[in-house]
C-alpha cells in the first residue's frame, strides 16, 4: 500500500523559482527519503533524513520532517530546467528500516 | 557511490514467454535488494525482497510463481516473469540498500530499471 502521499502531483515553475514538495504519511518511520526519477529512468537518491532530525540541506535542497504532522517536504532553490522531473519520497517504516514504501509522486516541470 | 546495474534495460517479448531480469550490484555486496514495478504515471510499487541464500518475501497481491526470485549470490538478483501476459508490461526496478549497520541508516540504491512490453 503507498504510504507517502506527495503533494502537488503536478508542479510548473520558471526557472529560477524555487519549488516546493510535501509529502505526508501515516505510521511511525526511521526515516524518510526523497527521491527524483527523469523520464523513463531509474531513480535517483537525493537526500535521507532521519526521524530524530527536523531539517536537512545539501545544496539546492532542503527538506524538513515534522514527525509529530507525519509531513515533510523539500524545498528545490533557483530550479533549473534540468531539475524536470518526477519526485518521490520514501518512508522506511521502524524497526523494518530497509524496506521502503513510496508514495505517488510530483511531476515537476521547470520552464526554461 | 554505490551502483546498481539491471540487464537488459528493454525487453520485448510475446504473450506466454518467460523473460528473466538481472540486478547486480557492482561495487558492493547485498544480502537484501527489492524488486518494484511502475506502472505508466504510477509509483512504485514494491513487489518482493529478495533475499541472499534463502527464499524471497512477496508483497500481498504479487504471485510467487508468477515472478519468480533467485538471490543466488551477494551481487545478483533475478526476476523472472513466467508466462508474460500484457498486462505484465511495465517498468521493473531492483534496488539494493547499503547498509550502515552501526547506525540502521541506510540509502537504496536503483538500478536504471527494466521496461517490459509483452505482446
Known amino acids: 500500500s503507498q504510504q507517502g502521499e506527495e503533494d502537488p502531483q503536478a508542479l510548473s515553475i520558471q526557472e529560477g523559482e524555487n519549488a516546493t514538495m510535501n509529502c505526508s504519511y501515516k505510521?511511525?518511520?526511521?526515516?524518510l527519503q526523497w527521491y527524483r526519477q527523469n523520464s523513463g529512468r531509474g531513480l535517483v537518491h537525493l537526500i535521507l533524513i532521519r526521524s530524530n532530525e527536523r531539517e536537512k540541506h545539501s545544496g539546492r535542497l532542503r527538506v524538513t520532517l515534522d514527525t509529530s504532522k507525519k509531513s515533510s517536504s523539500l524545498l528545490i532553490t533557483a530550479s533549473r530546467a534540468a531539475d524536470t522531473a518526477s519526485y518521490f519520497c520514501?518512508?522506511?517504516?521502524?524497526?523494518?528500516?530497509?524496506?521502503?514504501?513510496f508514495g505517488i509522486g510530483t511531476k515537476l516541470q521547470v520552464i526554461p | 557511490g554505490a551502483v546498481v546495474s539491471q540487464h537488459p534495460s528493454w525487453v520485448i517479448c510475446k504473450s506466454g514467454t518467460s523473460v528473466k531480469i538481472e540486478c547486480r550490484s557492482l561495487?558492493?555486496?547485498?544480502?537484501?535488494m527489492f524488486w518494484y514495478r511502475q506502472f505508466p504515471k504510477q509509483s512504485l510499487m514494491l513487489m518482493a525482497t529478495s533475499n541472499e541464500g534463502s527464499k524471497a518475501t512477496y508483497e500481498q497481491g504479487v504471485e510467487k510463481d508468477k515472478f519468480l526470485i533467485n538471490h543466488a549470490s551477494l551481487t545478483l538478483s533475478t526476476l523472472t516473469v513466467t508466462s508474460a501476459h500484457p498486462e505484465d508490461s511495465s517498468f521493473y526496478i531492483c534496488?539494493?540498500?547499503?547498509?550502515?549497520?552501526?547506525?540502521?541508516?541506510?540509502?537504496?540504491?536503483f538500478g536504471p530499471g527494466t521496461r517490459l512490453l509483452v505482446l
Open positions: 534496488s539494493a540498500p547499503l547498509d550502515r549497520t552501526v547506525s540502521r541508516q541506510e540509502t537504496q540504491y
Open positions: 505510521t511511525s518511520i526511521n526515516n
Open positions: 520514501a518512508t522506511a517504516p521502524s524497526g523494518g528500516y530497509q524496506k521502503v514504501t
Open positions: 561495487d558492493f555486496q547485498a544480502t537484501t
